[in-house]
């Protein structure tokens, strides 16, 4: 049973990798990608909370462009590209988690910056114009590096749950 369990865990992790290798891959070149928005959000949140105090079960973060996933700016445009977050999570206790907002610059997995408001249990926790650290230096090395068009950095954590039934 055991090789059984290591051999769906395995499947189901390259199968999230894949997912978001792919996601990550059609980023828009000089404009925001909702997937990458999504990810940064999601990492840089979950670290200004726990410096917060707040202990993080787990924090999940949806990201649409301008009101539409996968709009990008016309070439030479000067319109100045949004997106809309919108994040779900819970504390180790059981306290509902959102952070919602608008971002406008994503740093290559690094910081987002915009307008975003968390809140715990309704309680405002914090209200940014940054989230992350912006001035950090760009991972230089292995597979996850920046590409060409500023891939983040990602990082895919599968959970699998099994049900044992005793004899």
Request: charged share 15%; aromatic share 2%.
């Amino acid at each position: 049973m055991g090789a059984t369990r290591s051999h769906r865990s395995v499947l189901a992790l390259a199968a999230a990798a894949l997912t978001t290798a792919g996601v990550a891959a059609c980023d828009p070149v000089g404009g925001l990608d909702s997937a990458t928005v999504a990810i940064t959000t999601d990492q840089t949140a979950t670290t200004a909370l726990e410096h917060q105090h707040v202990n993080v079960q787990w924090l999940t973060c949806n990201a649409n462009l301008n009101g539409a996933a996968g709009a990008t700016p016309s070439a030479g445009s000067t319109t100045k590209q949004v997106a809309d977050v919108s994040c779900q999570g819970e504390t180790k206790d059981g306290k509902r988690i959102t952070v919602d907002g608008r971002v406008t610059q994503e740093v290559q997995g690094r910081c987002v910056k915009g307008d975003l408001t968390a809140k715990v249990a309704g309680r405002t926790v914090f209200r940014v114009s940054a989230l992350g650290n912006c001035d950090a230096p760009a991972p230089t090395t292995g597979p996850s590096a920046p590409g060409p068009r500023g891939n983040p950095t990602v990082t895919v954590t599968v959970t699998v749950t099994e049900s044992f039934r005793g004899k």
